[in-house]
């Protein structure tokens, strides 16, 4: 079945450092992608998204590509802040199934001053 | 962006009782409900899909009888846990969505309840 890995944390950085949380998949045909965010306290949040292959998704200065040739869908930020600290999740919606998220395992990121 | 809640956040309780999680859509109408389950360092399971007025879809493995989901309006949906044991303690997350099934729509997630069974 579909499914998402992604490395596991935690991963530490110093501010301004450059970040990348590696996420692949295993999916039929052309899923879609996502980036959540979960900061301490609240609920999972829309971070970014990539409906097709080469699609880049971007926001709050994170991006990501949709790599079909290596089923991939890593996360990128140049210069972290402590703010980012969170734990971020990779997902797909499986080719037409537009209801269901199948989740990565998350990975914490702690980010310090 | 859309706010979700949930409540309570945190509940203990005894072997052998029910505990009731209510997920609250507070400024949209979902017309759809998603429950997950979470383990410690594990990813978000889907336990199941409901939408507003029928009877909700489990996914493989979830016992129905075990895990009662009602989504009586299109802004509140509760999950039952009937007579709870130590396995079932985990965190459960709840999202909801508008729109149609067939088209994307952002799900927006609750802050999730950890549930504690003794």
Redesign the interface.
Known sequence: GDS?TQMEGPVTLSEEAFLTINCTYTATGYP?LFW?VQYP??????LLKA?KADDKGSNKGFEATYRKETTSFHLEKGSVQVSDSAVY?CAL?PL?G?????????TRLLVSP | ?AV?SQHPSWVICKSGTSVKIECRSLDFQAT?M?WYRQFP??????MA?SNEGSKATYEQGVEKDKFLINHASLTLSTLTVTSAHPEDSSFY?C?A?SGL????????????TRLTVL
Do not use: C, H, W
């Open positions: 998402v879609s959540y306290g609240e609920g999972l949040q829309l409906t999740f919606t037409g537009f209801q269901k998220l199948v989740f990565g395992t998350g | 962006g979700v759809t998603f360092k594990q990813s978000l399971m889907l899909t997350i999202s969505r099934a067939d088209s994307y729509n952002e799900q927006f997630f609750g802050p999730g």
